[in-house]
């Protein structure tokens, strides 16, 4: 395709130079031919001549156009191009000359310097070359490709070669491990029947076994029984010695007045013992014992701390004219030197009017030097755990679960009975001491209603008063075994049990 073109170009400037030749020859026997004419015969001669010049000129611009696109003589820039073809634009045959150069130069690409035939067919040769030499490259892979394929097929055919024969031997071989596993399972087989032998024999063995079990278990059964039984008797004296401390009394009475201001007592209780004002005792014979079982027949409150042993109390409930010198004074909220902890378990009623007054016992017990840790309202949610320092659970009202069958229960009410029975279970299990509401009150709240005997001119602020350390020799919690009925150490005791 590029030689075409180049045969086409070489016509092109034959056609066009022998075109230039004619012409020029023409002229010349034109000029001689008129040379020896008249004066009118030589102007119109110089006239011709001129227009033979210009004509001259035309054909010189389009030689030197067509020179410069076939790539004689010296590059031209584009600018000298482009005025170039201004100059024989009126020449239709090089339009379509100079139209088909332009397009044949885009072969060329677009950086392409010089732009000419010349240098196109050098660049066409050049390609030619260069794909000349992609053929031979390829020819060349396309050997080596024959090659690798032919070395490939050959390790291929050895390769299956060899499979065909180690399938053989793996033939040979299965059948021979056929054998051999036919004898073996005949020889399972054989074991198999000495097991089931040997199995029935254990059976028989293990029933026997179980029968003697069984007996073993039904006795073991019942002696827990019986541990049981001595396990909850245990655990009921466990609770009393656990109590001792909280059951005797904590202090007496020193001395009895009355006045105009009201009856007044003295204790022989004081900062030594952490005592403040506000703590209400109640008063009891002075040969009471076990003084959480007697019934008040008194109830004083302290109204000021006098010394390290006395205080003195006025009386809130009851007369002093039955309170005698010695009687015994106590608290179940209150121990020497010690915050007495409470657990609240149901509806806590004080004036049957149906609502829980949990909130004023809170009040009324931590103005009584105790403090609520546990608390199970009757909705079932517990807040705070029994511990061993847990003395008192207070049981108010029942829940519903008490008085009405599983079927009649709401989901809320079982989940309430559960929580209340587990507590209980786990008091019994630490030993902590139980009390109705109405025996509380009556060691901690006066006859009225009011929850302070002192009235709100006399009522202290609790926050005013910090009870005093108590000096110990002994580090941790002292077993109630080692205490005297006032909350001291008895270091006789102790020094007997080293």
């Avoid at 390769?159 to 180690?166: D, V």
């Avoid at 008040?296 to 002093?320: D, N, W």
Wanted: with cysteine.
């Amino acid at each position: 395709m590029a030689r075409d073109r180049n045969v086409y170009v070489w016509q092109a400037y034959v056609i066009v130079m022998s075109i230039v030749s004619i012409a020029c020859l023409g002229a010349l026997a034109f000029v001689i031919f008129s040379y020896g004419t008249n004066t009118k015969t030589v102007e119109a001669a110089v006239d011709r001549e001129q227009k033979a010049q210009t004509a001259l000129r035309e054909e010189n611009n389009s030689r030197q156009l067509l020179q410069f696109m076939l790539g004689v003589g010296k590059p031209k820039t584009e600018a000298e191009f482009g005025q170039m073809v201004s100059q024989v634009a009126n020449d239709e045959d090089l339009k379509s000359s100079i139209k088909k150069y332009n397009d044949n130069m885009l072969l060329m690409g677009g950086d392409a310097k010089d732009r000419n035939y010349t240098n196109l067919v050098d660049i066409l040769v050049q390609e030619l070359r260069s794909r000349n030499m992609q053929l031979a490259s390829s020819g060349q892979g396309e050997t080596a490709l024959k090659d690798d394929f032919k070395s490939k097929l050959t390790q291929e055919t050895k390769a299956r070669e060899a499979a065909e024969q180690n399938a053989q031997e793996f033939s040979s071989k299965r059948d021979k491990e056929l054998i051999e596993y036919t004898e073996k399972v005949k020889a399972q087989e054989d074991r198999i029947t000495k097991i089931e032998l040997d199995k029935q024999n254990k059976v028989n063995l293990l029933t026997r076994q179980k029968a003697d079990v069984t007996g073993k278990y039904d006795k073991a059964t019942e002696d827990i029984g019986k541990m049981q039984k001595q396990l909850e008797s245990l655990s009921g004296k466990l609770n009393d010695i656990q109590g001792e401390d909280f059951q005797y009394v904590q202090g007496h009475v020193t001395e009895v007045r009355s006045g105009a201001d009201g009856d007044t007592v003295y204790i022989n209780l004081g900062s030594k013992h952490g005592l403040r004002p506000g703590i209400k005792f109640g008063v009891v014979g002075a040969d009471a014992n076990r003084v959480a079982d007697e019934k008040p027949k008194a109830l004083i409150q302290v109204i000021r701390v006098v010394t390290e042993q006395l205080s003195l109390c006025k009386v809130v409930s009851g007369r002093a004219a039955i309170i005698l010198n010695g009687d015994a004074i106590y608290s179940p909220a209150w121990q020497p030197n010690r915050k007495v902890e409470f657990a609240l378990v149901g509806k806590m009623d004080l004036n049957g009017d149906g609502s829980d007054d949990r909130e004023m016992i809170k009040a009324l017990i931590k103005e009584n030097g105790g403090e609520v840790k546990v608390d199970l309202p009757p909705g079932g949610s517990l807040s705070g755990q029994l511990t061993v320092d847990t003395r008192w659970m207070v049981m108010g009202d029942d829940f519903k679960a008490s008085r009405a069958s599983d079927a009649e229960l709401s989901s809320t009410d079982k989940a309430a009975a559960t929580a209340r029975s587990a507590l209980e279970s786990e008091a019994k299990s630490l030993g902590i001491s139980r009390i109705n509401l109405d025996k509380l009150m009556g060691w901690l709240r006066s006859s009225g209603n009011d929850i302070s005997a002192l009235g709100s001119g006399m009522q202290p602020n609790i926050l005013d008063f910090k009870p005093a350390t108590r000096e110990s020799t002994t580090s941790g919690r002292v077993s109630p075994l080692f205490m005297n009925r006032d909350g001291s150490l008895n270091k006789a005791l102790k020094s007997d049990a080293k």
